[in-house]
């Protein structure tokens, strides 16, 4: 599902804040959610940690914006409440 790459300088710029499943008629979608210092350490962080299943998504909050890894990449994304 998620392949872990570490790297302990990233690793203090981004914490974990939580997981939730949301679940349609059509989908189950699971996203763990991580607080980071700015985009370019959540850039890092997760291009450090690959998304390979459908329906799992990273996301990253920052005081600059929200990042998003999933399947087909990285890319940022509007607010979310999640």
């Not at 299943?53 to 929200?66: A, D, H, I, Q």
Request: charged share 25%; aromatic share 10%; proline share 6%.
């Amino acid at each position: 599902m998620i392949k872990k790459e570490s790297d302990p300088k990233v690793s203090q710029e981004i914490e974990f804040q939580y997981s939730k499943m949301l679940i349609s008629s059509k989908n189950r979608n699971l996203y763990f959610v991580f607080n980071g210092k700015d985009l370019p350490a959540a850039k890092l962080f997760l291009q450090g940690h690959p998304v390979s299943s459908r329906m799992v998504y990273l996301v990253v909050k920052t005081p600059e914006g929200f990042l998003c890894a999933d399947a087909d990449g990285i890319e940022q994304i509007p607010i979310m409440n999640i």
